[in-house]
T-cell receptor, first 114, second 109 residues
Framework: ETGVTQTPRHLVMGMTNKKSLKCEQH?????MYWYKQSAKKPLELMFV???????ENNSVPSRFSPECPNSSHLFLHLHTLQPEDSALYLC?????????????FGAGSRLTVL | GQNIDQPTEMTATEGAIVQINCTYQTSGFNGLFWYQQHAGEAPTFLSYNVLDGLEEKGRFSSFLSRSKGYSYLLLKELQMKDSASYLC??????????WGAGTKLIIKP
């Protein structure tokens, strides 16, 4: 596969569940990102990893926990979420985390919290 | 604060031309991006402008005026497949991307 692949594409979970979102890229990129996309709102940057090191955490609640085991894989671990966390979660990658790099996005994981 | 403004929704006719505007107020400027996002799909890169002027790429063109804090995306010879959301994003002085809320473009036959 090429590009950025996200699984699952759709996820419904209760507020007490624990689940994980997975992102994989085969582009040889060194930076990976998690974004939250809510209807009619700008993309919200959540986390950035550059060469496997977390370089950005935009005041994201601790119920979201990222993990980057290598430059090709990124996870977002979810626990005790709130209904307002329902959104599309987009993963992206870029050549590296510096400068004006073009982002390559995955198709997203649509999360619904009941 | 930093802000990107673009229209929420626009409607145009197949075969016509449409211009999607984006105005910005940011702390510094290191370029402006346009991305296209079809419903249920990944945003995909369309253009990057860092100098003033018009950049043409097939049916799509992007314009930038840094002094006015203004950009537009021009789509010519509209096709039904151009129905999508168009996202404007500005890179500020810290190379942080500031995103607009996106413009949903509806193409009618």
């Amino acid at each position: 596969e090429t590009g950025v692949t996200q699984t699952p594409r759709h996820l419904v979970m209760g507020m007490t569940n624990k689940k994980s979102l997975k992102c994989e890229q085969h582009l040889g990129h060194n930076a990976m990102y998690w974004y939250k996309q809510s209807a009619k709102k700008p993309l919200e940057l959540m986390f950035v990893y550059n060469f496997k090191e977390q370089t950005e955490n935009n005041s994201v609640p601790s119920r979201f926990s990222p993990e980057c085991p290598n430059s090709s894989h990124l996870f977002l671990h979810l626990h005790t979420l709130q209904p307002e966390d329902s959104a599309l979660y987009l993963c992206a990658s870029s050549q590296d985390g510096s400068g004006a790099n073009v982002l390559t996005f995955g198709a997203g994981s649509r999360l619904t919290v009941l | 604060g930093q802000n990107i403004d673009q229209p929420t929704e626009m409607t145009a006719t197949e075969g016509a031309i449409v211009q999607i505007n984006c105005t910005y107020q940011t702390s510094g400027f290191n370029g402006l991006f346009w991305y296209q996002q079809h419903a249920g799909e990944a945003p995909t890169f369309l253009s990057y402008n860092v100098l003033d002027g018009l950049e043409e790429k097939g049916r799509f063109s992007s314009f930038l005026s840094r002094s006015k804090g203004y950009s537009y995306l021009l789509l010519k010879e509209l096709q039904m497949k151009d129905s999508a959301s168009y996202l404007c994003a500005v890179m500020d002085s810290n190379y942080q991307l500031i995103w607009g809320a996106g413009t949903k473009l509806i193409i009618k036959p």
